[in-house]
């Protein structure tokens, strides 16, 4: 194992992490399948060449991770009973964006680990199977060896923390929906992050595998939250979701974390001949976040939404990294990325389309709109195409400005006061993308976490 070539510091920050990954693995010796202990020693060693990037890495120039660097986050404990009366405020939270009679089934994992007692997954026959990875990994399920870490673990330096994720991958959520099968209600998968000792500087590593087969159909809702943490806390979540020929999939990850949290996290789609994906990404927490999503477009005919929406107050900084890569012809894809940014707030868009020399006729559009709401608010936005066929049409645009003068001169010459006519206006941008969600209740839910984050701020009501 090198060392990682841009650290500066003496200390090599990574090296704490081979030694808790040599725990972790003496551990976990006796419950953990023989085709996985590979797999975890090929991530800590990617880790390890990888290293934490810098801004000397093409793909983190604007995003400066050396909070992540500089401390080193153990593996959270359980949290214990004195989390209960927080969990149970979370929980009731993540149930008014999607309630739980309004569900196909529902996992809860605390600090990384499931909790059957939070969980509700009614018996859905069919051969659907939703559940704990880490049961699944007990009972053997030979899925798991097919599909686990087969897509996320790109040998790509961007994805560090992925291979981190995957080093120390103990459980998480599996879904298999069986060919021809349709799910009339959403999968939730709610992940809770507790402080379960004072002072302690921890990290979660989430991981979902979704298998959706020909033919089905299936919802899923992917909720982070967490409650404010005595030290630095740090989720770091991997997503693998498989998407079969003709397969249709509506995929939502909500971020919703306390504002101090550091967020990293990968989505990783995979999609077969007519294959149809709706990816929406909402980013309304965290002090640092990062959002990688790579979707690769493998079959003919296959189709991408990708849509994200991201509030950036204070001095929090959030960036969106996008890949996707189509691999066949007749494909499409759709990007479309929103940000709202006020006091400090910092967001950052990087948005790649790749047309591979066989994927003729591909048609792929990308959008990238920023709205600031204070001098201070910033936004760099990095539209990327690389196509190697000579038959496409891809297309891309960004822009960043403040609320549109004429507008909110029009609504105050109607009486309307300051503060709701910006308001107004804030919400007919944020509404061109919830109004793609398919889901009422995260629709309404999303418009009121906006605003009440939003309307506090003094820059919301200070003249352009």
Same mark, same amino acid.
């Given at each position: 194992m090198s060392s990682n070539p841009h650290t500066t510091n003496e200390k090599n920050p990574v090296e704490p992490y081979l030694a808790d990954f040599s725990t972790f693995e003496k551990a976990h010796q006796e419950n953990t399948p023989s085709w996985l202990r590979p797999r975890r020693k090929v991530a800590i060693s990617r880790f390890a060449e990888w290293g934490f990037p810098t801004i000397l890495d093409e793909g983190w120039r604007f995003t400066n991770i050396g909070t992540l660097a500089r401390s080193h986050f153990v593996v959270a404990p359980p949290a214990g009973e004195q989390g209960s009366e927080a969990i149970a405020a979370l929980l009731a939270r993540a149930e008014s964006y999607v309630p739980g009679d309004a569900t196909a089934a529902r996992l809860v994992f605390v600090n990384g680990r499931h909790v059957p007692e939070l969980s509700t997954v009614p018996a859905q026959g069919r051969g659907v199977k939703i559940g704990s990875l880490a049961g699944?990994?007990?009972?053997? %399920?030979?899925?798991?060896?097919?599909? !686990?870490?087969?897509?996320?673990?790109?040998d790509d330096r961007? &994805? #560090?923390? $992925?291979?981190?994720?995957?080093?120390?991958?103990?459980?998480?959520?599996?879904?298999?929906?069986?060919?021809?099968? %349709?799910?009339?209600?959403?999968?939730? !998968?709610?992940?809770?992050?507790?402080?379960?000792?004072?002072? &302690? #500087?921890? $990290?979660?590593?989430?991981?979902?595998?979704?298998?959706v087969g020909r033919n089905a159909r299936a919802s899923f809702v992917e909720s982070h939250l967490s409650t404010r943490h005595e030290a630095a806390h740090w989720t770091n979540g991997v997503t693998e979701l498989i998407a079969w020929q003709n397969a249709s999939v509506d995929y939502h990850r909500l971020q919703l974390e306390d504002p101090d949290a550091l967020h990293t996290g990968l989505l990783r789609f995979h999609l077969e001949a007519d294959a149809q994906l709706s990816s929406h990404v909402m980013t309304l927490g965290g002090a640092l976040v990062r959002n990688d999503v790579h979707a690769v477009l493998n079959g003919k005919g296959a189709h991408g939404d990708f849509n994200g929406l991201y509030v950036a107050t204070e001095n929090h900084h959030i960036d969106n990294h996008l890949r996707i890569e189509h691999v066949r012809s007749h494909g499409m894809s759709r990007q479309n990325y929103k940000g709202i940014l006020t006091d400090r707030g910092r967001g950052v868009f990087t948005g790649r389309i790749v047309v591979h020399k066989d994927a003729q006729k591909t048609d792929a559009k990308q959008t990238n709109r920023n709205l600031l709401l204070s001098e201070e608010a910033r936004a760099n936005s990095q539209p990327q195409l690389e196509i190697s066929a000579d038959d496409v049409k891809c297309t891309h645009g960004t822009t960043v400005g403040q609320l549109d003068a004429e507008s909110l001169f029009y609504l105050r010459a109607r009486g309307l006061p300051l503060e709701k006519a910006r308001g107004l206006l804030v919400q007919a941008f944020a509404q061109e993308s919830i109004e793609h969600i398919g889901i009422a209740s995260i629709r309404e839910a999303m418009l009121s976490e906006i605003f009440g984050r939003l309307l506090a701020r003094p820059a919301l009501v200070s003249v352009p």
């Open positions: 699944a990994l007990a009972s053997q %399920e030979g899925i798991l060896e097919c599909y !686990l870490s087969r897509f996320a673990d790109a961007n &994805y #560090t923390f $992925a291979a981190l994720n995957t080093a120390f991958l103990e459980d998480g959520a599996l879904v298999v929906v069986p060919q021809g099968v %349709e799910l009339d209600k959403p999968i939730h !998968l709610v992940f809770l992050s507790v402080s379960a000792t004072d002072g &302690y #500087t921890s $990290a979660v590593h989430p991981r979902v595998l979704a298998v």
